[in-house]
C-alpha cells in the first residue's frame, strides 16, 4: 500500500510543479496535496509543524498568485484587457515551446491593452507591467513547488 500512495503523492507533486507554469492548474497545492498524501505510508514523512506551515506558505503564494499580476498591471496603468490577454497569450504560447511561453503573455497584453485604448505607447508600459506580474508570480510559484519537490524526494 506504501507504493501507492508513494506514487499518487509522485503524480500530484509533479502535476503540482507543471502547474505552477500552465494557468488553471493550482500548482503549489498540488504539490501540498502530494506531501499530505505521502502521509498516508505506514511511516509519516512529515512532522505536524512541518505541514502547518507549508499550508500557510501555499496560502500566502495562492493570494500573491492574484494580486502580483494585478499589481504590476495597475503600477504600470494597465487594464483587465491587458491581464487577460496575458493569460491568453500564456495559453498561445505553449504552441511555440518556451519561447512562446515567454514571449506569449507579453504579446497577448500588448494586444489586449491595444484593444482597451488604441494608444501604442501607454499598451506597451500596461503590457509591460501586467507581463512582470504575471512572470513574477510564476517564478514564485515554480520555486514554492521545487522546494516543495525537494523535501518530497528527501523524504523517499
Not at 503540482?16 to 494557468?23: A, H, K, M, N, R
Not at 504552441?95 to 500588448?110: C, E, K, L, N, S
Request: net charge positive; proline share 4%; hydrophobic share 55%.
Amino acid at each position: 500500500m506504501d507504493l501507492l500512495w508513494t506514487v499518487i503523492a509522485s503524480c500530484l507533486m509533479i502535476a503540482g510543479i507543471i502547474g505552477s507554469v500552465v494557468p488553471f492548474l493550482p500548482g503549489p497545492p498540488l504539490s501540498y496535496v502530494g506531501m499530505l498524501v505521502l502521509q498516508l505510508r505506514e511511516t509519516t514523512a512529515f512532522g505536524t509543524k512541518f505541514l502547518l506551515i507549508w499550508l500557510a506558505i501555499v496560502v500566502v503564494i495562492v493570494v500573491l498568485d492574484y494580486l502580483v499580476p494585478v499589481y504590476g498591471t495597475k503600477k504600470f496603468g494597465g487594464s483587465k484587457y491587458g491581464m487577460w490577454g496575458c493569460t491568453l497569450g500564456l495559453i498561445a504560447g505553449f504552441w511555440f515551446g518556451p519561447i512562446g511561453i515567454i514571449a506569449g503573455p507579453f504579446v497577448g497584453a500588448f494586444v489586449g491593452e491595444l484593444l482597451a485604448n488604441n494608444e501604442s505607447d501607454r499598451a506597451l508600459k500596461a503590457a509591460l507591467g501586467s507581463f512582470i506580474g504575471f512572470m513574477f508570480s510564476t517564478l514564485l510559484k515554480l520555486v514554492t513547488c521545487l522546494v516543495m519537490g525537494w523535501y518530497f524526494i528527501k523524504a523517499l
